[in-house]
């Protein structure tokens, strides 16, 4: 088989991926070692943020929101994007000194985001109680959001079909080949497939597929746990987070609350198995920050991966040593809310050899021997 | 047209399933979470052995061919108050 691109991984950015490229008539390949949504994407929170700390993580998520908002109409089919906003805790006065550099900044890039009070806390998200919280405020973004991983990610599976791509669920790539610092092809279930370009957005498994093809990456898989509860009545629309103690929460539309927290036994490595320990902390903060949510059952506790880079940042763009390796990973907990313009950027460098800020920003280059700016505002 | 639920918890018909396995969702998995089945408060006891018959039968493929799902803990569904270490107040 021969093809121009092939995408290893099928989460949100390998199909978003592979619905761009094929819309621009490039003939694209995705392989898939188990089925869509089967890595990070499908075990998510799919929030969607603009509340960053960097420049660059602003305007990539904000840029990524104005996709998000048309992205129904443009798939043809209703991704579930709710702009419920973003209430980020705030817990002390040095963490109100923060949040005010921050919110100037984010103000300064054109997000609509404010410090607000605890009265307005209980305003916005009246199970909460700010004192459980030990919540002094708050900062909110009533444009940020989230979107259903499920749904956006098949409508990009879907469309891309039409368009010409061929997805391959259940198979693996198992080889990259490589001739005088180029790419040629890779193997799949033992059958050679020639192409110009490999991308790998394999989340947590990119380590493991850039040294398929010579490429050390500073990348580590992280055990994250999540839990979902039964249905309630509708309550809240915005996503409930805190940098001091890592949890975030939200109500879906089907009424469910999804959350996590960093667990008291998180470790690197491939670890599936969810943990006791995960669960009572969880349970305990979640009903210091809404104690009628003690009432309400969990239903689902599962395990993901987030693919961490050493700066919490993704790392996007050509390998400078290997010509067609294209890297598209490291997204650190947030790989779902930049995908649209990462993808973006990913797939107008390779149609039309276009330059962005970004793809040297987030090249892979930033590690030797540079200084490392760190993206602080991380949850989860 | 008569009705015939499949998932009672998340309200999917056999038509929905019927409708999303033309649409190609042929992979159990995806099927599954495109639609929601089995991820209602009874955890799916009922309707996923009832969708995976109707993958099996459409796709003309046996039921030990499509892969079953994970189930994921806690099976019985628990209180965040006791999980959480609290006495149940009520
Ligand atoms: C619990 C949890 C909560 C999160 N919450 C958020 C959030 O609120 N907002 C947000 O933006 N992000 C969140 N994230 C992060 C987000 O899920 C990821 O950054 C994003 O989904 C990554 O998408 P991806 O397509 O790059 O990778 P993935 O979805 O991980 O897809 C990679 C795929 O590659 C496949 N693969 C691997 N190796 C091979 C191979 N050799 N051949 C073929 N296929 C292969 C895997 O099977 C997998 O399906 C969360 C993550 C977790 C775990
Ligand atoms: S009937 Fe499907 S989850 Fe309960």
Known sequence: MKTDVVIIGGGINGCSLAYQLSKKGIDVALFERKYICSGATGRCGAGIRQQWSTRENIILAKESVKIFSKLSRELKEDIGFRQGGYLVAIHDEK???????????????????????KDEIKEIVPILDP???????????????????????????????????KIFTHREVSKIIVEKNKVKGVVADGERIDCNYVINSAGAWSR????????????????KEAIVTEKMKRVFDAMVISFRDGI?????????ILGGIPGPDEREGYLYQPTFSF???????????????????VLRHWTGFYDVSPDARPIIGEDPNIKGFIHCHGFSGHGFMLSPMVTKIISDYISDGKDSDYLHSLSIERFKGKDISREVSVVG | MSKKIVCRCEDVTEEDILKAIDEGY??????RKKLRI?????????????????????????????????????????????????????
């Open chain 2, 38 to 90: 089995g991820m209602g408060t009874c955890q799916g006891r009922t309707c996923i052995m009832l969708a995976l018959r109707i993958l099996a039968r459409k796709t003309g493929k046996s039921i030990e061919e499509i892969e079953k799902p994970s189930f994921r803990p806690p099976v019985v569904p628990i209180t965040l108050g006791s999980l959480a270490g609290e006495e149940d107040e009520d």
């Open chain 2, 26 to 31: 042929t992979d159990f998995e995806e099927l």
């Open chain 1, 279 to 297: 669960l009572n902390h969880m349970a305990r903060t979640l009903t210091r920050y809404a104690p009628v949510l003690k009432f309400v059952r």
């Open chain 1, 208 to 223: 493991i597929v850039a040294r398929m093809a010579g490429i050390d990456i500073p990348n580590r898989p992280l055990r």
């Open chain 1, 248 to 256: 975030y929460f939200s109500q879906q539309s089907e009424g469910n």
């Open chain 1, 131 to 165: 004192d459980g919280m030990h919540a002094i405020g708050a900062t909110f973004c009533p444009t940020d959001g989230h979107a259903d991983p499920f749904k956006t990610t098949f409508a990009y599976a879907r469309r891309a079909v039409e368009n010409g791509a």
């Open chain 1, 95 to 117: 963490e109100l000194k923060e949040a005010e550099e921050r919110v100037k900044l984010q103000r300064s890039l054109g997000v609509d985001v404010k410090i607000i009070d």
